[in-house]
């Protein structure tokens, strides 16, 4: 279904291409880039649920949002039901338009503490968390996850069930496992089965690097949605080019390095007004590098 609008819980979007929950990368000035290149959605980086609870400035200032941006989904972590309950509702606080619970970073110190993906290795706490934040919450809930722990727990679409037995109202998932990270490809067709298993929303998510590949995945998989992550990095124009692809099905020309100068001092400039000189000059060294690869000097 190319190009559709689509509803979340209550929340009703005009699109179906949205930008990912990346840690590091998916803050408020990137979200606005990529909100201005035609993102329908954007989801923040992933908070603290512990953090949260415990009101630690910089875990509330990765939530900090302004109007432009909007619609927005905040997403927290956390392996504590009664935790992840609390920061729910902190969060609501923040009027975000939802709530995404990451059970699919891989990261080894989100891991350690029984959160991420490590939360797969328990489906039935994974049921007692989405119970307990689904009563503590009105906001659209949605799920991040992975196929599962490894290639041995491959249980993606048992929790799929389990979320929409909950009350989650979306479910994204990245078909790789926690033991494959980035590595290899993702299994689209994991994504294709868990949309025939469930009725609510589901978001395709891994290796959609350019149009074609946003094309590709809604045939293949019949997903709602597609989640731009790591294709965005220093290519935020994906978002229309992947618009202007399905509406037209012309492919559209790459930016000029002239265009993509402007973009980056955009980019440069949002982030020094929202972090100040010295941590937003200090942010953007990793984005110049993808802006700038394959292009004059720039990173190789």
Request: proline share 5%; with cysteine.
């Amino acid at each position: 279904m190319p190009l559709s609008e689509i509803k979340i819980g209550n929340l009703k979007l005009s699109g179906n291409i949205f930008l990912a929950p990346m840690a590091g990368i998916a803050n408020l000035p990137f979200r606005l880039i990529a909100k201005r290149f035609g993102a329908s959605l954007v989801f923040s980086e992933l908070s603290s649920s512990e953090a949260l609870i415990r009101n630690g400035k910089k875990t509330f200032d990765i939530l900090r949002t302004i109007p432009e941006e909007k619609p927005v989904i905040f997403q927290i972590f956390g392996s504590n039901p009664d935790s992840l309950a609390e920061a729910a509702r902190i969060v609501q606080e923040l009027n975000p338009d939802g709530i995404d619970i990451n059970m699919g970073c891989a990261v080894k110190k989100v891991i350690k503490s029984g959160s991420g993906v490590a939360l797969m290795k328990n489906p039935e706490k994974i049921r007692e968390i989405l119970k307990n934040v689904r009563k503590a919450v009105s906001l659209p809930l949605t799920i991040k996850i992975r196929s599962g722990w490894n290639s041995m727990s491959l249980n993606a679409i048992d929790i799929s069930m389990i979320a929409e037995d909950e009350g989650v109202d979306a479910v994204t998932i990245h078909p790789r496992t926690k033991e494959q990270m980035f590595s290899g490809k993702s299994d689209w067709s994991l994504i294709r089965t868990i949309k025939q298993k469930i009725k609510i929303p589901v978001i395709g998510s891994g290796d959609i690097t350019n149009c074609l590949d946003a094309e590709r995945m809604f045939d293949e998989t019949g997903c709602d949605a597609v989640m731009v992550g790591r294709g965005s990095m220093g290519k935020p124009w994906i978002f229309r080019e992947i618009k202007e692809y399905l509406a037209s099905g012309k492919i559209p020309d790459d930016p000029v390095p002239e265009e993509i100068e402007k973009i980056l001092m955009e980019h440069f400039n949002l982030s020094i007004e929202f972090f100040g000189q010295r941590r937003g000059a200090e942010m953007m060294k990793k984005q110049i590098a993808w802006y700038t690869k394959g292009f004059y000097r720039g990173s190789s």
